[in-house]
């Protein structure tokens, strides 16, 4: 993590740990950031962290497909999954959404920011399909990533918060020319993080919302059992039909009408219990 992400990061964590009152876990935290980034640091040093701009058989991986990218490196966004390094189970195969809206940026000098990078799988497969973007992944936790590279960064986000995303929103007032949430996945958060990004969205690029729909299994992801959920809304505002929300105001969807000049759903191929939770939609700025 560069020093002015990480002077974001932490003074962002703090001050959430403070709006919470949670001053036990601030006094902790104060501590405990400095250790992780000095883990972090000799992590790197000392090669546990893949550096993808020295790895060997490069050449092989920039001349791969996007779906052998997100299966070589056990991408949630892949054809397959493996889990625990054994079991192999049937993925949402986004891969052929991302080529199908992406192939015309392939060699383009762009940013792209994921949400919910995690473990930086995504953001490796992306490195060797798109070979001049720079890569921004964030998380809760700023230190997940277990891939770095001079085109990838890494930052802090809280979905939940609307005080520290427009924090970040502020922080890349130079704005993205992608834009990809895979974070909490709550209703809530989709549809908080949505309008306030899309501003830093550069005239053209793509807001992609992952997994839309994965409340219909994990209904934890919608505590309030709302019917109106991100994926009716979007398709709502398509069809040009009114609706009301508590979650996102009158405002903010006036914005987002205006600024979307195309919008693409998709649906994947991963089934939880027989459900398919494999909703993405691609939504294009305004050029």
Do not use: W
């Not at 070589?72 to 809206?101: Q, V």
């Not at 936790?141 to 990838?152: E, W």
């Amino acid at each position: 993590m560069i020093k002015k992400h990480f002077v974001f990061s932490y003074t962002n964590i703090l001050k959430q740990e403070i709006n919470k009152k949670n001053y036990f876990s601030f006094g902790r935290k104060v501590i405990n950031l400095i250790y992780k980034l000095i883990i972090n640091i000799l992590k790197k040093n000392f090669r546990k962290i893949i550096n993808l701009d020295k790895k060997k058989n490069n050449l092989k991986f920039y001349n791969s497909s996007l779906s052998e990218l997100f299966d070589n490196f056990n991408c949630d966004k892949g054809k397959f999954l493996k889990i625990n390094h054994k079991e192999k189970i049937k993925g949402p195969n986004y891969a052929i959404f991302y080529e199908k809206y992406f192939q015309d940026l392939k060699n383009n000098k762009i940013k792209i920011l994921e949400l919910g990078s995690h473990e930086g799988k995504g953001i490796a497969s992306f490195y060797y399909y798109l070979p001049y973007a720079k890569l921004y992944g964030a998380n809760i936790n700023p230190f997940q990533m277990k891939f770095c590279s001079k085109r990838i960064e890494e930052i802090y986000i809280d979905v939940s918060s609307k005080k520290v995303i427009e924090s970040f929103s502020g922080y890349f007032k130079e704005g993205f020319d992608i834009i990809i949430d895979d974070a909490s996945h709550n209703i809530r958060d989709i549809l908080l993080t949505l309008p306030i990004l899309f501003k830093n969205l550069k005239r053209g690029g793509y807001y992609v919302i992952e997994d839309i729909n994965q409340f219909e299994v994990f209904k934890n992801l919608n505590p309030t059992n709302d019917k109106l959920t991100p994926l009716k809304i979007l398709q709502y505002m398509h069809e040009g039909k009114k609706f009301s929300s508590e979650f996102i105001t009158d405002e903010d969807v006036k914005y987002l009408k205006i600024n979307i000049d195309k919008y693409f759903f998709e649906k994947g191929e991963m089934l939880v219990k027989g459900i398919n939770i494999s909703d993405i939609v691609f939504l294009k700025k305004n050029a």
